[in-house]
Nanobody
């Protein structure tokens, strides 16, 4: 069982920045696919970004709506993945969830069912 815990959400003005953190347990964290999703009120949970171990190097994957503004990274020594969010917009307001995939699968997983473990979510609110 992998424990996933997010932190770092909050209230920020449009144009501002936030960094979310997500820690995941397990000795093989460096091989996990780590993803970020978000869910706005009344909407379905959607893919935001993923950091993917490709066997030799890591790959990043981003939703079009955040590409160029958000950056995903990880620190394997701390079993932590980060989501740096710049140029935030009111439409980025949502609960942000971190997820881990610990099994072999598609290289660029973007759907909920491709991930095995989820955190409880952290609220991000962007005021206009």
């Amino acid at each position: 069982q992998v424990q996933v815990v997010e932190s770092g959400g909050g209230l920020v003005q449009a144009g501002g920045s936030l960094r979310l953190s997500c820690s995941a347990s397990g000795r093989t964290f460096s091989t996990y696919v780590m993803g970020w999703f978000r869910q706005a009120p009344g909407k379905e949970r959607e893919f935001v970004a993923a950091h993917i171990w490709g066997g030799i190097t890591y790959y990043d994957d981003y939703a079009e709506s955040v590409k160029g503004r958000f950056t995903i990274s990880r620190d394997n020594a701390k079993n932590t993945v980060y989501l740096k969010m710049n140029s935030l917009k009111p439409e980025d307001t949502a609960v942000y969830y971190c997820a881990a995939r610990t099994r072999f699968g598609k290289r660029f997983p973007r759907t909920n069912d491709e991930y095995d473990y989820w955190g409880q979510g952290t609220q991000v609110t962007v005021s206009s």
